[in-house]
């Protein structure tokens, strides 16, 4: 039994959700007590997981309540000032007027968007339809291709593969470990 639920005591109740830790989008039922995440319980009726999860999406939800998380908007002109918390009013109108003048000082390809591993597809979506539709120009990637970069050139080189998945559900086997990779992926 997971620690928290022997610390806080039983879930009052669950929310079907999507891992934020990495592309596969495996679902979960993130067991809750108020607002406080207690278990995350891999979902049988997720379409990318089917029940099963790494131990990341299964045991590593502490960050969504750790005390260093940022819950809050900041600014600052330099690296070398303190952070200032201000509304996000505040915080939306400063980024824009900064970016809008890097854009007026260094042209229109001198801006770009990079998400994170650990954003959800939909908030990739929204990054690369602000840098598109409002910066004008197509300089927006994932650091999750940038990470699996070597990922993919190894098992090209050595499987001639590019991912770990071959083919549709039911039809992919991992040569070196014998397994269905479409079902079991790296999850199982
Ligand atoms: S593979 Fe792991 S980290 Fe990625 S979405 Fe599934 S549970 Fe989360």
Request: with cysteine; net charge positive.
């Amino acid at each position: 039994m997971e620690k928290t639920v022997i610390e806080e005591g039983l879930p009052d109740h669950s929310v079907v959700t999507t891992c934020a830790y990495c592309g596969v989008g495996c679902s979960f039922k993130a067991e809750m007590k108020g607002g406080q995440v207690l278990r995350m319980v891999p979902y049988k009726g997720g379409e990318a997981n089917h029940g099963h999860s790494c131990v990341k999406g299964r045991f590593a939800f502490g960050y969504a309540t750790h005390e260093d998380r940022i819950r809050e908007p900041m600014i600052r002109d330099s690296i070398n000032d303190p952070w200032k918390v201000v509304s996000w009013d505040e915080a939306l109108a400063f980024s824009a007027k900064k970016l809008k003048g890097i854009q007026a000082q260094y042209g229109r390809e001198s801006i770009g968007g990079i998400t994170s591993s650990r954003c959800t597809n939909e908030e990739t979506y929204l990054v690369q339809k602000l840098v598109r539709a409002a910066f004008g120009n197509n300089n927006t990637d994932t650091c999750a291709r940038v990470c699996h970069s070597p990922t993919g050139y190894g098992l090209k080189t050595n499987l001639a593969l590019a991912t770990g998945n071959i083919g549709k559900e039911g039809g992919g086997v991992n040569p070196l470990r014998g397994q269905n990779n479409v079902q079991g992926e790296d999850i199982a």
